[in-house]
Nanobody, 114 residues
Framework: QVQLVESGGGLVQPGGSLRLSCAAS????????MGWYRQAPGKQRELVAH?????NTYYADSVKGRFTISRDKNTVDLQMNSLKPEDTAVYYC??????????WGQGTQVTVSS
């Protein structure tokens, strides 16, 4: 089992920055991929960025050049710059194990508004 605890998020003006952090505990060695998803009201949850154990990263087209994911042993951070109103969503940390099972954080609200 893997448990995830998120921190960060909040209200920021357009063009501003926020940093999300996620700490994993439990069977950390079983984690293959850690990343961030988001879900806006009325929309499906979507992958924002992830980082594999081997160091490969993926970014959704909508956040390329603005967001940066960084991963350490049991943490994954998402640095979000040049935020736009359309980035407003609940952001969820995700850890996918080699077995294919996933664990989710509780979610943290990010609101971009003037």
């Amino acid at each position: 089992q893997v448990q995830l605890v998120e921190s960060g998020g909040g209200l920021v003006q357009p063009g501003g920055s926020l940093r999300l952090s996620c700490a994993a505990s439990g069977s950390i060695s079983s984690i293959a991929v850690m990343g961030w998803y988001r879900q806006a009201p009325g929309k499906q949850r979507e992958l924002v960025a992830h980082s594999t154990r081997g160091g490969n990263t993926y970014y959704a087209d909508s956040v390329k050049g603005r967001f940066t994911i960084s991963r350490d042993k049991n943490t994954v951070d998402l640095q979000m710059n040049s935020l736009k109103p359309e980035d407003t969503a609940v952001y969820y940390c995700n850890a996918r194990r080699f077995s294919g099972d996933s664990s989710w954080g509780q979610g943290t609200q990010v609101t971009v508004s003037s």
